[in-house]
């Protein structure tokens, strides 16, 4: 069964606001807030209260760039559906689930990220919108491939390791 979450990336002024997360999936590594989408919950409501759990600050108005699909060892595991917003209320702030820090967009430490993210992430910052698949081992330690297609442009940047 294929799990169904957001991230939301609070862009402003020249820098993204990326989280560490403490524990669970992903844990120890940077990356946008977000959480599993629960059942009768729009898309962007769920990016919403993802980022208020993870920080606790609401975003304001996010609006949806790009859709991946994540896949373990051959079968789909996450379809996740990525936010950017530009205003959000609140003063973030670490939580029980992660620490929040601004990160300049040209100084973006993708070797500390998800993998994979160095592949579409500068395309959500360019203002672009996005689609793709990513192919991981079984463990989430090797990227395998992937597919992103730039819908501004429909052209397909493939890469196969």
Same mark, same amino acid.
């Given at each position: 069964?294929?799990?169904? +979450?957001?991230? @939301?990336?609070?862009?402003?002024?020249? /820098? &993204?606001? $990326?989280?560490? /997360?403490?524990?669970?999936?992903?844990?120890? &590594?940077?990356?946008?807030?977000?959480?599993? +989408?629960?059942?009768?919950?729009?898309?962007? !409501? @769920?990016?919403?209260?993802?980022?208020?759990?993870? =920080?606790?600050? *609401?975003?304001?108005?996010?609006?949806? =760039?790009?859709? $991946?699909?994540?896949?373990?060892?051959?079968?789909?595991?996450?379809?996740?559906?990525?936010? *950017?917003? !530009?205003?959000?209320?609140?003063?973030?702030?670490?939580?029980?689930?992660?620490?929040?820090?601004?990160?300049?967009?040209?100084?973006?430490?993708? !070797?500390?990220?998800?993998?994979? !993210?160095? =592949?579409?992430?500068?395309?959500?910052? +360019?203002?672009?919108?996005?689609?793709?698949?990513?192919?991981?081992?079984?463990?989430?330690?090797?990227?395998?491939?992937?597919?992103? *297609?730039?819908?501004?442009?429909?052209?397909?940047?493939?890469?196969?390791?």
């Amino acid at each position: 069964m294929t799990t169904v +979450a957001t991230l @939301c990336y609070i862009i402003k002024s020249g /820098k &993204v606001l $990326l989280i560490k /997360k403490k524990k669970g999936f992903g844990a120890g &590594v940077w990356n946008g807030p977000g959480g599993k +989408a629960s059942k009768n919950e729009s898309l962007q !409501d @769920c990016a919403k209260r993802g980022v208020y759990e993870k =920080v606790s600050i *609401v975003p304001e108005a996010p609006w949806q =760039v790009g859709e $991946l699909l994540f896949y373990f060892g051959g079968k789909p595991e996450w379809r996740i559906h990525v936010f *950017v917003a !530009d205003e959000y209320d609140g003063i973030e702030r670490e939580t029980d689930e992660a620490v929040p820090k601004w990160f300049r967009l040209d100084r973006i430490q993708y !070797d500390e990220m998800w993998l994979g !993210d160095d =592949v579409w992430m500068p395309l959500m910052i +360019a203002g672009k919108k996005f689609r793709g698949t990513l192919f991981f081992d079984e463990e989430h330690k090797e990227l395998i491939s992937h597919e992103i *297609v730039d819908l501004d442009t429909a052209l397909p940047a493939t890469k196969n390791n």
